[in-house]
Every structure is written in C-alpha cells, then in structure tokens.
C-alpha cells in the first residue's frame, strides 16, 4: 500500500502521517522532513538556496515515491501537492506499481489553517528550513482562494478529512477508512 497523504498547510498532514507510521509501524517519507535534513546538511544555507531546497524536496520526494512504489512495501509519503502539476507525474510513477493507491486529503476551514500556520511560524521547534512563514499568511490564503490544495481523486481508495473541529480523531477516521476497505 501506498499511503499518500496530503492537503494545505497546517492541516495536519505530519501529524497524521507520523500517527498512522507508528500505528502501522510504516516508513513516513515527508517533503518537509527531506528538505529540513537538506538545510541542516547544508548548514542552513541562505533563503535562496533555501528556497531552491523546497523544490528539490519535492523532485526527491516523487523520485522516493518512484522507486519505492515498485517494491512490495508498504510505506507513506506526505506534502503540500498541488494536483494540476502532480496527479500525472504520480499516476506516471506508480501505473506499474503492485501497490494500491490510498490517497487520505487532510484540509481544515480556511480560517483555521490560517490561524494554525501563522501560530505555528512563531513556534521555536519550528526548523528554519520552513522559512518566514509568518509572512506568507496572505500568500496562503490566495492558494486556499484559488482552490491550489485539494484531492488529486487518482486513486478508487480515497478519503477527504476535514480538521477543522477534532483534530484528534482525525487517526482513528483514517484507520477506520484503511480497515473498511480491508487495506490494513
């Protein structure tokens, strides 16, 4: 099973991928996670390459994503995807795959993931490699505005969970979802 998990920021994606790793005891390969381990390797290097990371982050995500989708391991990747530039590259990078597509779309009410991404810029365990996203509420918005994040709808197994009001159960739909159509 690939387990592709993904949705705005500050839905809750990391928090339901490391959740779901653990509870299934599968590898969790995220986009933000190789592109913090990039800036420390680079010694957090200046916004520009920084920047420059982010898109390599997603290269070496969807190569992962490749590669790993031929084996017979089960695994989960989660990102930001936008699905007018990804829906085919990842159709492309799995059509030969033994694996089911599980696509889980983790997205909140549009003031919510506002209010949780400009909240968590001010963390201090935020790594440096997300840059200032304090400044980038308004970017945000335009993309919520513009309909940027939402399902890709490549996969038969695909499940849409709001975290607006609970973030808490947001594992146990997930789980239950996996379970109902017998994927776990």
């Not at 800036?39 to 957090?44: G, K, M, P, R, T």
């Not at 994503?65 to 492309?92: A, H, V, W």
Request: charged share 25%; hydrophobic share 35%.
């Amino acid at each position: 099973m690939i387990l592709l998990i993904h949705g705005p920021p500050a839905s809750g994606k990391s928090t339901l991928a490391s959740q779901l790793s653990k509870s299934l005891k599968l590898p969790h390969i995220s986009r933000d996670n190789l592109c913090e381990w990039m800036n420390d390797f680079l010694n957090n290097p200046d916004s520009k390459t920084a920047q420059e990371l982010t898109h390599i982050g997603y290269d070496l995500m969807f190569k992962l994503l490749g590669e790993l989708s031929k084996g017979l391991g089960s695994f989960i990747i989660e990102g930001c995807i936008n699905p007018d530039s990804s829906s085919e590259r990842i159709l492309k990078l799995i059509k030969d795959s033994p694996q089911d597509l599980v696509e889980i779309f983790v997205s909140a009410d549009q003031d919510t993931l506002i209010n949780r991404y400009l909240n968590r810029s001010k963390s201090i365990k935020r790594h440096n490699a997300h840059g200032a996203e304090s400044k980038r509420g308004e970017e945000l918005r335009q993309h919520l505005n513009q309909c940027i994040y939402r399902p890709l709808e490549i996969s038969p197994y695909s499940i849409k969970i709001d975290n607006s009001i609970d973030p808490s159960s947001t594992i146990e739909i997930a789980l239950n979802f996996l379970k109902q159509n017998k994927l776990t």
